[in-house]
């Protein structure tokens, strides 16, 4: 049975400050398109330190939803005849190189764009304010280690992303604020979509929270470092977040008719580019999935403190954002969004459910793991297999300090080689377990990025 938007407003209410109850969350925005109509509403605080209300007009940061505005940037650039997916990223960088030769030289947008390029990702690296922020960061790519080849597997990548902000500043000679200013922002009517600090402290905005057992404290630093801009660094409101949604549901014309892209450039980013697992697909920046035989596209982001959540599905115009002032956050976004969907489209969201399994079974996933941001050690400890993450560098620049490691979780399987996480944390997360062509396993996928198995 589906609802209207009206129908569901004191459920809403009830259901996201009963999640934000359970998990600590200080603060959430909810937003929710559905066949023209749209609500809106403010949970909790900005700031447990200097509280004001959070409403739908508060800023939040949205992270790596960030992607996806500045893969529409890219797909304008395209249709002008200013880049091409499929061209080399040396056609625009062409001192462009990570520590792997082959994908420095074959590695082509369309890799950036879609998660492919192999090299390690999580490169989180200040390089200052200056217009040469994103320069100095690509010129600091050079020691990327390759960790899958490329385009053999798919890896979140936030790195690719920085370096597709610096070819957009290449090919139009602008920062990349600007530029997507330019391209996307103010053509969409965006006027609350912000990178610069100065432009968003004159605003009611939220700030990040990590949760402990002592509750929430205030994460810093707050901003992100410019050169991270294209892979994360918009703070916006929720309106102007489903402004955007609205012209992903649409035909590629902005809100007073002027078309910014043609309908196959839309389809193109909403259509499965990589696979990751199963009925779990990469487009261009979006991340695609099927439910109850329905395609639901979303992307989620987080920064300091802060966790997103912008899914949308074309076949019901239909959209929900929410975001959250915590680093658990992504439990309430998940939750939230599952539950809309369910309210509003009658569309059931499955739930991982553990299956039986032998210690046997269990123990051949055991062994340690590891990429340059985080080790792994899988071992059979009393009959279950337990995971401990040690984390090796910090956010939101490598000489941030590494977080602290969340404690040991107990996972199983549920279903073939698709680890469960049963506690901690990350309960209800989902590991992937990837294996060489001799059949052994060689890598897992946690969190999206892939791990080495060292032993």
Known sequence: MTANLEQINDQLDEFVLRSMEKTGVPGVVVGILHAGETMTDGFGVTNVDHPLEVTDATLFQIGSITKTFTTTAIMRLIEM???????TVRTYVPDFRVADAEASSRATVRHLLTHMGGWFGDFFHDTGAGDDAMSRYVDAMADLEQVTPLGAMWSYNNAGFYLAGHIIELVTAESYAAALRRL??????LEHVFFDPGDVLTHRFAVGHRLGDDGAEVARPWPLPRAAYPAGGITCTVHDLLRYALFHLGDGTAGDGTRLLNPASLSLMQSTQAGIWKDETCGLSWMLSTVDGTCRISHGGGTMGQVSLLTFVPEHDFAVAVLTNADRGGSVSREVTAWVSEQVLGLQTPKPEPIEVSEE????YAGRYANPYNDAELGMLAGRLVAQVVYKRGFPSQDSPPP???PPATLTLCEHDRLLVLDG???GETVDVLRKSDGTVGWLRMGGRISKRQL
């Open 184 to 189: 996307v922002l103010e053509p969409l009517g």
């Open 425 to 427: 944390p990350a309960k």
């Open 81 to 87: 005849g200013e880049l091409e997916m499929d061209a």
């Open 361 to 364: 079974d269990l123990a051949a």
């Open 404 to 406: 602290p490691s969340p």
